[in-house]
């Protein structure tokens, strides 16, 4: 008798067609954004994306492209080592295949720019989407759950993380936050393949390993804590599930494990990681104080865990009323896993709260790097990642384990008494405190009709869920219910407005005349016409542009009376609408931006980037500085003849300046090279209008030269004979090069270890 083939359905196919659904979901959720239609089309509102994002990514566009590292950025803040921010994101692999595709293609204007990186943005919540789904569908499948259960499980977990309020919030806007949130369910899923046989898979440690370090490299050191801090308690906990139940040997194991993480994660991230950790102690952010750093949400946000946008416009807490139904039917269930991530998640909603709750003080004090950072609300990626899991993992037991059908719907009916109390609750709540006349109170309303219609038809199909009744159709209608009830409520919204990517960012026409003007090194104050860190995205060196971490030193040079600030920093133009300034002006023109009409100053008399003076005067305190430079009676005539250095500069300066000053020319002005032609009549201090940073090195005629630090914040170099002189200054900074080495290394002890894994 013949054989007949084998007609069964690969294992794989069910996968591939989850993974397809997922996309199709995806491109439903993103559609206006890549709609050829005008009237239909979205992009990202203007402000944090483009103001910092697609700024810092024209400058990683334009010097990449040129084959250069972008270390130091000249158009931010008086100049800003670029690299070091590690917002910039300059070696994540993501953000280099997008520089590498818009050169390619030669895409870079502005518009261009905005589109690729929203593209960019896009990608990265479908990643997240794969990657829960892949990660809860493999814990599922480990525990025995029914295959259809699995995936139903992984589909939920999937939509839930990446749809939910927390990615789909304000993550969009502040990029790096986003882009590092994707990759924890990769090193979840890594640590857990890892850590199944009694002996720690060393290879999947090392994969566990790369996805933090790609979260470290993405640009948000605060979610890729986060992410480390439950990966190394997932970790601890599988230890201990694959036998090590004796103290010791599961401690020996836990180290040796997690030192594998740190150790690949940080290789692979030190050439961003070092620079900002250098350039972290040179901030504003080093200052802040514990109340800055404590700040998390009001208690009262909490209801937004139930009704969305009734607080503010986003609601980051929020994983759908299903999403949040399920979560707490795998806690009720004890389903496999679930105490764990429920206790993730509980301890990381109070972490959320900060300073609201007297817990948070312990875990400011006791886990480190908490107090590196402020906004602790960010904690609520983890309640959000750990829900998600949870809401997986109830619809994997739902379908896979009968219950008792009474117990059921009691449980049903519980959960609908308490969404109807809640809702009731919030709208009378919200009813008194703001008036029915707001709009807010319209929102709120909105959200408790919603949820409690959720709730509803939660009461009525959890028994026949809990029943094992129509299994496939009712994994269907679970996946269907969380998707209508995420999107429902995070679909649009306020990160979103009807203008195509393509048509943003248009580079104001009076901006050719401003540049033209500029002396090499000298600057502008964007008090108008050049906004957020726009002055990067058109070549405008400007003085008031946005970062989240400063220089401190510069920062108090900005704080000093505008006059001073230009004197110091080297400005020439000032962008304003006033009629008059602090200092001798002339209106070359005016112009109009967003804000209506305002005029172009050409400063009479602006300090030059490079500036010779013949006094000095040494005050060690940087108070007693700007105490100086701040005080009246300190002329900027003062300021002008006399440097103020931090150091005793080592040399003869003459008793009186001489006749005939000296001259200094700049004649190459590049980000980390600066050549600087000198002709002095005696000995003299060159002051700079260069933040004093570490990196920077300088050289008189070929021979290494100290940089002084001068006026609290800037450089200065001691020039001990007269005559001419070329002067060298090089941003090198160690960090970077050292951080390089060990990146290099990490990748090639990563790419030996899969070799000798394959043999």
């Known amino acids: 008798m013949t054989a007949q083939p084998d007609r069964s359905r690969p294992r794989w196919l069910a996968d591939a067609l989850a993974a397809l659904t997922l996309v199709a979901l995806w491109a439903l959720y993103f559609w206006r954004l890549f709609t050829p239609n005008d009237a239909d089309v979205l992009s990202l509102r203007e402000g944090d994306f483009s103001g910092q994002f697609v700024a810092f990514f024209s400058y990683q566009v334009e010097r990449l492209g040129d084959g250069e590292v972008p270390l130091w950025n000249p158009y931010n803040y008086a100049g800003h080592p670029f690299l070091a921010d590690t917002q910039s994101a300059v070696f994540y692999p993501p953000r280099l295949l997008t520089v590498a595709l818009v050169n390619a293609l030669d895409r870079t204007t502005p518009g261009d720019l905005y589109t690729a990186l929203q593209t960019e943005m896009a990608l990265h919540v479908l990643l997240a989407s794969l990657l829960m789904y892949a990660f809860v569908r493999r814990l599922t499948a480990a525990s025995d759950a029914h295959r259809l259960a699995s995936i139903a499980g992984g589909l939920v977990a999937a939509l839930t993380y990446a749809y939910g309020g927390y990615l789909a919030g304000y993550p969009p806007l502040q990029l790096a936050v986003l882009e590092a949130g994707v990759w924890l369910p990769l090193a979840l899923l890594a640590i857990f393949e890892a850590t199944r046989a009694a002996r720690p898979g060393w290879l999947c440690l090392m994969l566990a390993g790369t996805a933090l370090g790609l979260a470290l490299l993405a640009g948000h050191p605060q979610t890729a804590l986060f992410a480390l801090y439950l990966s190394l308690a997932w970790l601890g906990y599988w230890l201990w599930q694959a036998g090590a139940t004796a103290w010791r040997p599961w401690l020996a194991r836990f180290v040796m494990s997690a030192a594998v993480l740190g150790l690949v994660a940080g290789g692979l991230a030190a050439v961003q990681l070092l620079p900002g950790l250098e350039y972290l102690r040179h901030t504003s952010r080093d200052t802040l104080a514990y109340a800055e750093k404590a700040h998390g949400f009001p208690l009262r946000d909490l209801v937004q865990v139930v ?55 312990a875990i400011y004090l006791i886990a480190p790097g908490v107090s590196w950072f402020r906004g602790q609300e960010r904690a609520a990626y983890l309640v959000a990642q750990c829900a998600a899991i949870l809401a997986g993992l109830g619809a994997a037991s739902l379908l896979a384990r009968p219950a008792d059908e009474r117990a059921a719907r009691r449980l049903a009916r519980a959960l609908g008494v308490a969404a109807g109390l809640l809702a009731l609750a919030a709208v009378v709540w919200l009813a008194l405190w703001l008036g029915t006349d707001t709009p807010r109170y319209d929102t709120a309303l909105d959200a408790a009709i919603f949820s409690t219609i959720i709730a509803g038809l939660g009461e009525l199909l959890l028994p026949r869920l809990l029943a094992g009744r129509l299994r496939a159709g009712w994994a269907l209608l679970i996946v269907a219910l969380v998707w209508v009830d995420l999107f429902s409520v995070t679909r649009g919204g306020p990160n979103y407005e009807p203008v195509r990517a393509g048509e943003r960012l248009a580079e104001p026409a009076y901006l050719d005349d401003v540049r033209a003007e500029l002396a090499p090194g000298a600057r502008v104050d964007g008090l108008r016409g050049v906004f957020e860190n726009y002055g990067t995205l058109y070549h405008v060196p400007d003085i008031r542009t946005i970062s989240p971490l400063r220089l401190a030193r510069v920062e108090r040079v900005l704080a000093l009376p505008d006059d001073r600030a230009w004197e110091l920093l080297a400005v020439q133009t000032v962008l304003i609408d006033w009629e008059q300034l602090m200092a001798p002006s ?40 700007f105490a100086r430079l701040a005080d009246p009676s300190t002329g900027l005539d003062y300021i002008r003849s006399t440097a103020l250095l931090s150091e005793a500069p080592g040399v003869d300066l003459p008793e009186q300046p001489p006749e005939t000053p000296g001259t200094a020319t700049v004649t190459q002005f590049a980000p980390e090279r600066i050549t600087i032609d000198v002709d002095t009549p005696a000995p003299a201090i060159l002051t700079l209008a260069l933040p004093a940073y570490p990196g920077w090195r300088a050289a008189i005629d070929g021979e290494d030269a100290p940089l002084l630090r001068a006026y609290g914040g800037l450089s200065a170099i001691a020039l001990p004979d007269e005559g001419t002189h070329t002067i060298t200054l090089e941003y090198r900074p160690l960090t970077f090069t050292v951080g390089a080495v060990i990146s290099i290394g990490t990748l090639v002890v990563l790419a030996a270890a899969l070799v000798m894994k394959q043999r």
């Not at 009720?332 to 300073?355: D, E, M, N, P, T």
Request: net charge negative; hydrophobic share 55%.
């Open 307 to 361: 009704f969305p946008g009734i607080m503010s416009e986003w609601s980051p807490l929020y994983v759908g009323i299903a999403g949040l139904a399920l979560a707490l039917v795998a806690v009720w269930r004890r389903a496999a896993h679930s105490r764990f991530f429920a206790i993730a998640a509980l301890v990381a909603l109070v972490w959320s709260l900060g300073a609201g709750t007297v817990l948070f003080d």
């Open 586 to 625: 002339t209106i070359v023109r005016t112009a109009d931006d967003a804000l209506g009409s305002f005029n172009v100053h050409r400063l009479d008399d602006p300090r030059p980037f490079a500036h010779l003076t013949y006094r000095a005067e040494v005050i060690a305190d940087d108070d007693a500085i």
